[in-house]
Nanobody, 124 residues
Framework: QVQLVESGGGLVQAGGSLRLSCAAS????????MGWFRQAPGREREFVAA????????WYVDSVKGRFTISRDNAKNTVYLQMSSLTPDDTAVYYC?????????????????WGQGTQVTVSS
């Protein structure tokens, strides 16, 4: 069982930056592929980024490439999402998620554990 707790959300002006953190409980954090997803009002939850167990490989949705960076610190049981050049379109609740498999990191249903989410609001 893994518990995930996100933090770091808030209100930021367009063009600004935020760093989200997701702290995981348990001793097996390094065995999970980690992902970030987001859900804007009235929209479905969508994939944002994912990172392999070792942190050697990461993937991003096209809309955030070059602006967001996912990273992890297995010693601290934490995954991060550094977001820069934020736009109002990035406004959403951001969720971190963990999966033990290494299958289709873009699909929500492949993730075993989810955090409660953290709100990111970007003003224009």
């Amino acid at each position: 069982q893994v518990q995930l707790v996100e933090s770091g959300g808030g209100l930021v002006q367009a063009g600004g930056s935020l760093r989200l953190s997701c702290a995981a409980s348990g001793r097996t954090f390094s065995t999970y592929l980690m992902g970030w997803f987001r859900q804007a009002p009235g929209r479905e939850r969508e994939f944002v980024a994912a990172i392999t167990r070792s942190g050697s490989t990461s993937w991003y949705v096209d809309s955030v490439k070059g602006r967001f960076t996912i990273s992890r610190d297995n010693a601290k049981n934490t995954v991060y999402l550094q977001m820069s050049s934020l736009t109002p379109d990035d406004t959403a609740v951001y969720y971190c998620a963990a999966q033990q498999g290494l299958i289709n990191y873009r699909a929500l249903e492949n993730y075993d554990y989810w955090g409660q989410g953290t709100q990111v609001t970007v003003s224009s």
